[in-house]
Structure formats: C-alpha cells, structure tokens
C-alpha cells in the first residue's frame, strides 16, 4: 500500500520489458517508471521519482480490494489481481518482444484486464509527464484513441472502453462482469508509425506471443537444482535488463531510488558497468546462455575496445547502451525524490573514475566465453594484449575502488586483487591456445602483485586481508579473494579473514560493504546491507566447506527478496529493500552462488 505521499515501497513492484525498456508496475495497478524508447530515455511514468510531478498510469479496481501479484510461470508477463466483496479481477501487463526491423520503434505496452469472478468496476487515469516531468504536453481523442504530444515524442493510447480528457490526461470508469476483458495499449507514434488500434483478439495474440517468446528463451537453461525458480526468475531478469540492438546489459533500469530514504546516495543506473556486465556474462554462461553472451561480447569488440588513454585509463567504468562514453552527471532539481530523497540524479559522473578492478572482470569474461563458448578471435585477442600490456604498467596507481567512493584514491586490495586476475586469465589464455603475448613481462606483475596483497594487503592486528594496504579497515571486496582462485579457500590466512568478516561486517547473513566511519567514502549518511556481498559470503562459505551455515545463509537471503523473487542493491535494517530495482549485480551473484552451493551439495 502507498504511503501518506503516495509512495510504494520499492520492493512492491514488479518489471516488464521488451528487451529496449522496461516499465515497474506497482501492486496496486499503477505504472510509475517506464522510459520511452530505451532504458535511459527520459522519462513518461516517473511517479516512483516524484509522486505529484512524475505522471502515472493508473490502474486498478475501483473499490477497496486486496492485491497480489505474480509472473505468468516461466515468464515476463506480470498479472496483478484484485480480490474484493464482489469479485476478482486481474491486469496483465507485458510488452512484447518483437525483432522485424518495422517493429524495433513501436515500444507498444499492453495491459489487459479481466474480470474472473462475479463483477468489478475498473478506474483508469493516464497521466504521462515526458521529460522527466519537464516537458509540456497536449491531449486530443481521436476516435476514441488518445493521442499525448510533447516536443520529442508522441503516445497513443487505445482502449476497448470509452476514454475521457481530464486536463493533460486521460480516464475511464467502466465495469466487468465474470469472464469479460477490457485492453488498454501505449504506443509510441510519430515519422513512420503511426496510431494503430489494439483489439481484444490482438492482444491475446500478442500475449501469447510474449508468453512463447519467454519460454522458448527460458528453455535454453542447463539448471536443474535446488533453487530453479529463483535462479529461473534471476535470468529472466538479467534478459530483461538486455537491450537487444547492441547487446548491452543495464546495471539496472532505474535511477536514483535511494541506497537510504531522505539521503543523497542516489544514482543513475542505467548504463553498462563493464563490470557488473563482464559477471553476467559468467552467470549467464553459468546457466548455458552463451547468445547473450556472445552479444555483449560483440559490444565490447565495438565499443570497449582500447582507448586513447584517458585519465580513467584506456577503458571507462560504464558506457551509454548505445556505446557513448558521455555520461555528464545533472540533477532534476523539479523532481522530489523517492519519498522525498533528493537529488534526483540523470547520468553518472564515476564515468571517469579511474576503477583498476574493471580490467580483471571483463577480461575474466572473455576467458569464460573463450573457454566455455567460442574462441575469441585474433582481433579480439590484440584488444586483449593491449589491456594486460597497460595493467602491466600501471596496476599499482591509486584509484577510487569497485565501490566509486568520492572520497579521494586509495591502494584498494579488490583493485589489486582484479588486476592479478586480468594478467592470471590472459596469461591462461595465451598458454591454453598458443596465442602470442609477452609473458615474461605479464608473469612477472602477475607475481609481483601477488606478493604485493600478501604483504600489504594482510593486516596483522586485524589477522584479515583489509580494504587498502597498510590499513586495517575491513571490506567485503575481499570475498573474492578465493572466488578468483587467488588464494586456497582453506588457506589459514584466509580462513581468519572470514571471521573477521564475519565478526564486523555480517549480520543475519547480510553483508555491510565496508563501515563508512572507520573508512570516510565522501558521502553523507549511510546504507544497507549490500546483497551481491550476502552472496559471495554464501559462495566463500561453500568454497571454505562450511556448507550447512552456507546453505542457511542462503536461505535467509532469499527472505529478503521481494514478492516476486526480485532483488534492489540493498537491504535496509528493517529488511526493505533499497537502491536501484531490480540491480544486476544482485541477480547476477545470486545465480552463482546457487549454482556453486547445488554442486557442493550433490
């Protein structure tokens, strides 16, 4: 239920998507994000960011009614139902995936609703706010189709029931006994596509059509264990974070929903951390997904290839989904924030942080692909070279860590740590295929930076492998210290750091990033528990044989998810989930440490 505001929380949403964006739908009835065309386009559905300014489209029974709500099984087509005194009713919402080049900018959102029960009356108000709300726009029915009109971009919306202007936006009332079904569907028109009208039996068409689509993609998984619907739902999710023209992977489809409400740790998410995309490539192969995989390969051999040195080094942090390196941070000062969190942030200035670690994962991803998928080819593997040769010269800079802290550059072990795993795979590579590389120079930092963690990276008053060298905060990073091999999972020095970790960092098997008193990271305020940290705990604890409290503090994770088995970033002390929803990177570790716990299971 919404709040006094207005606001749900955001764990009570569900996502739909068409491969190009994605809309949340609350569970009562109401779309308040959804971006058109893309993932970062501005956007039309905004009330999540600003419950008076943000437009909405609103839907639902127009008596009191409880709700629930659920994926259409093995898919990405959400039904929300409504059970009342009189009746039940549901919505399915979905956007269908289309790929006929005609289809690419129809961006169509359908939303059917059914009475199923007795009759219930329906109340619907469209209220679109383009631009992030900034933009004015017109109004006008045309044959009982609403046609919405901003300067850069146009919606029609169709219905099977009688709509009405209310000021900018368009309403209707109207009442379903059991078995009858109204269709409401948003296009985007303008240029060569125009309005087109969405009967009932085209909607059932394109339901079924999305509800196989889903399916037959969903076919393609190797997991049969212990968890198949939350690792089931994860990858449906990561699929929907895809966008399909170039191959990209979202880190998630929101922007600044709050890592705390009232704070200003609030960012836009909405672009391609080489990072968290290079691990869903791990996942995604994991689970036997190798053409997602391929496609973002084929993104990074288009756009991530070496640069012309800039200060971030030759590869940025994140890229446009179109593959842009200029992602110019501002703040929409008109916009309240999610439960009044200001700001409200578009674009995201860590683009031009210098992130060592960034090299270890993609290149890590493209061993996995080279390995488990295709063999890279020999363009690809100079693009390679040129990464290892520049870690080679300068692995051992300052940076600003896997976390983007803005609170200066430190020796950061994680940093280290991913650097050792770029030089470790590509030499693997180089050895395995008989590829060309300078070895001697790549074993020698190889080695070098593994003395370097083992002797500055090892904290003797804390008896813990710590944050950044001859420190003795402690991080969370370094969970995956034996999840890269860098160290024996039972090594005596690395056994004592769990418990360090476990000492100061876990509670109830959530996992704190760091402790940003003892290590100031720039920001004011604080956050919740971070859950791709929860899972490399589980996947550390399984590595380290300790499979019962592994399993246990799996379980307990999974309580934290909401409704629908989604995840946000973080997870608050009240357990509400926190930050951009759903994020990548939760869904992604999640996968992982469910597919590593099954096999130690047996």
């Given at each position: 239920?919404?709040d006094a505001?207005?606001?749900l929380?955001?764990?009570e949403?569900?996502?739909?998507?068409?491969?190009r964006?994605v809309?949340?739908v609350?569970?009562?009835?109401?779309i308040d994000?959804y971006?058109?065309?893309?993932?970062?386009?501005?956007?039309?559905f905004?009330?999540?960011?600003d419950?008076?300014?943000?437009g909405?489209?609103?839907?639902a029974?127009?008596?009191?009614a409880r709700?629930?709500?659920?994926y259409?099984?093995d898919?990405?087509v959400?039904?929300?139902?409504?059970?009342?005194a009189d009746?039940?009713?549901e919505?399915?919402?979905?956007?269908p995936?289309?790929?006929?080049?005609a289809?690419?900018?129809?961006?169509r959102?359908i939303?059917?609703?059914?009475?199923?029960?007795?009759a219930?009356?329906?109340?619907?108000?469209?209220a679109?706010?383009f631009?992030?709300?900034?933009?004015?726009?017109?109004?006008?029915l045309?044959?009982?189709?609403a046609?919405f009109?901003?300067?850069?971009l146009?919606?029609?919306?169709?219905s099977t029931?009688?709509?009405e202007?209310?000021?900018?936006?368009?309403?209707a009332?109207f009442k379903?006994?059991?078995?009858?079904s109204?269709?409401?569907?948003?296009?985007?028109?303008?240029?060569?596509v125009?309005?087109?009208?969405c009967?009932r039996?085209?909607?059932?068409?394109?339901?079924?059509a999305?509800v196989?689509?889903?399916?037959?993609?969903?076919s393609?998984?190797r997991?049969?264990g212990?968890?198949?619907?939350m690792?089931?739902?994860?990858?449906?999710?990561?699929k929907l974070?895809?966008?399909?023209?170039?191959?990209?992977?979202?880190?998630?489809?929101?922007t600044?929903?709050?890592?705390?409400v009232g704070?200003?740790?609030?960012?836009?998410?909405?672009y391609?951390?080489?990072r968290?995309?290079?691990?869903c490539?791990y996942?995604l192969l994991?689970?036997g997904f190798s053409?997602?995989a391929?496609?973002?390969?084929?993104?990074?051999?288009?756009?991530?290839?070496?640069?012309?040195?800039?200060?971030?080094?030759?590869?940025?942090?994140m890229y446009?989904?179109d593959g842009?390196?200029d992602?110019?941070?501002?703040e929409?000062t008109?916009l309240?924030?999610?439960?009044?969190?200001a700001?409200?942030?578009?674009?995201?200035?860590?683009?031009?942080q210098l992130q060592?670690?960034?090299y270890?994962?993609?290149i890590?991803s493209?061993?996995?692909?080279?390995?488990?998928?295709?063999?890279?080819?020999s363009?690809?593997?100079?693009?390679v070279?040129a990464?290892?040769?520049?870690v080679c010269?300068?692995?051992d800079?300052?940076?600003?860590?896997?976390?983007?802290?803005?609170?200066g550059r430190?020796?950061?072990l994680?940093?280290?740590?991913?650097c050792w795993?770029?030089?470790?795979?590509?030499?693997?590579m180089?050895?395995?295929?008989?590829?060309?590389?300078?070895?001697?120079?790549?074993?020698?930092?190889r080695?070098?930076?593994?003395r370097r963690?083992?002797?500055?990276?090892?904290?003797?008053r804390?008896?813990?492998?710590?944050?950044?060298?001859?420190?003795?905060?402690?991080?969370?990073?370094?969970?995956?210290?034996?999840?890269?091999k860098?160290?024996?999972?039972t090594d005596?020095?690395?056994?004592?750091?769990?418990?360090?970790?476990?000492e100061d960092?876990?509670s109830?098997s959530?996992?704190y990033?760091?402790d940003?008193?003892?290590?100031?990271?720039?920001l004011r305020?604080?956050?919740?528990t971070?859950?791709?940290c929860?899972?490399?705990?589980?996947?550390?604890?399984v590595?380290a044989?300790?499979?019962d409290?592994?399993r246990?503090?799996?379980?307990?994770?999974l309580t934290?998810?909401?409704?629908?088995?989604?995840f946000?970033?973080e997870?608050?002390?009240?357990?509400?989930?926190q930050?951009?929803?759903?994020?990548?990177?939760?869904?992604l570790a999640?996968i992982?440490?469910?597919?590593n716990?099954?096999?130690a299971?047996g």
């Amino acid at each position: 239920m919404a709040d006094a505001d207005g606001y749900l929380p955001i764990a009570e949403h569900g996502l739909i998507g068409d491969l190009r964006s994605v809309a949340l739908v609350g569970t009562d009835g109401t779309i308040d994000w959804y971006c058109c065309p893309s993932f970062d386009s501005p956007s039309v559905f905004g009330s999540v960011l600003d419950a008076r300014r943000g437009g909405s489209f609103e839907l639902a029974a127009a008596v009191a009614a409880r709700t629930k709500q659920f994926y259409f099984p093995d898919t990405n087509v959400l039904i929300t139902r409504f059970f009342t005194a009189d009746g039940v009713g549901e919505v399915q919402d979905f956007m269908p995936v289309t790929g006929g080049s005609a289809e690419v900018e129809r961006h169509r959102l359908i939303r059917r609703v059914l009475c199923v029960r007795g009759a219930l009356p329906f109340r619907t108000r469209v209220a679109p706010r383009f631009d992030y709300g900034a933009s004015a726009h017109t109004v006008r029915l045309v044959e009982g189709m609403a046609v919405f009109e901003s300067e850069k971009l146009a919606l029609s919306l169709t219905s099977t029931v009688p709509l009405e202007c209310d000021g900018p936006d368009v309403r209707a009332d109207f009442k379903l006994s059991e078995g009858e079904s109204a269709v409401f569907a948003l296009d985007q028109v303008g240029g060569e596509v125009t309005p087109r009208r969405c009967a009932r039996t085209e909607a059932e068409e394109q339901f079924a059509a999305t509800v196989t689509y889903w399916r037959r993609w969903l076919s393609a998984s190797r997991y049969r264990g212990r968890w198949r619907e939350m690792v089931h739902r994860s990858a449906l999710t990561l699929k929907l974070l895809t966008y399909a023209p170039t191959g990209a992977i979202v880190a998630a489809p929101t922007t600044s929903l709050p890592e705390q409400v009232g704070g200003e740790r609030n960012w836009d998410y909405r672009y391609v951390w080489v990072r968290d995309a290079a691990f869903c490539v791990y996942a995604l192969l994991r689970l036997g997904f190798s053409d997602e995989a391929g496609a973002f390969m084929e993104f990074v051999t288009r756009h991530i290839t070496p640069g012309d040195g800039k200060p971030s080094g030759p590869l940025q942090i994140m890229y446009g989904i179109d593959g842009r390196t200029d992602l110019s941070e501002s703040e929409l000062t008109h916009l309240e924030g999610h439960q009044g969190s200001a700001p409200v942030r578009v674009g995201n200035a860590a683009a031009d942080q210098l992130q060592l670690d960034i090299y270890g994962a993609l290149i890590d991803s493209v061993y996995l692909y080279d390995k488990w998928a295709q063999p890279v080819s020999s363009d690809q593997w100079d693009d390679v070279c040129a990464l290892v040769d520049w870690v080679c010269a300068h692995w051992d800079q300052p940076d600003e860590g896997v976390w983007e802290t803005r609170g200066g550059r430190k020796n950061f072990l994680y940093s280290r740590l991913m650097c050792w795993v770029a030089l470790e795979r590509a030499i693997r590579m180089a050895n395995r295929r008989g590829l060309p590389a300078d070895l001697p120079r790549w074993q020698e930092a190889r080695d070098t930076i593994y003395r370097r963690i083992h002797n500055r990276g090892w904290s003797p008053r804390r008896q813990a492998f710590v944050q950044h060298e001859d420190g003795d905060v402690l991080d969370a990073a370094v969970l995956m210290m034996p999840l890269t091999k860098f160290i024996a999972p039972t090594d005596p020095k690395w056994l004592s750091t769990l418990d360090a970790l476990t000492e100061d960092l876990v509670s109830d098997s959530l996992v704190y990033r760091y402790d940003p008193v003892a290590s100031p990271d720039g920001l004011r305020g604080d956050e919740g528990t971070f859950s791709i940290c929860s899972f490399w705990y589980v996947e550390a604890l399984v590595h380290a044989g300790r499979l019962d409290e592994a399993r246990l503090a799996f379980e307990k994770m999974l309580t934290y998810a909401n409704h629908l088995g989604l995840f946000a970033e973080e997870i608050s002390q009240t357990g509400e989930q926190q930050g951009n929803f759903p994020q990548a990177f939760t869904h992604l570790a999640l996968i992982s440490a469910a597919f590593n716990l099954d096999r130690a299971l047996g």
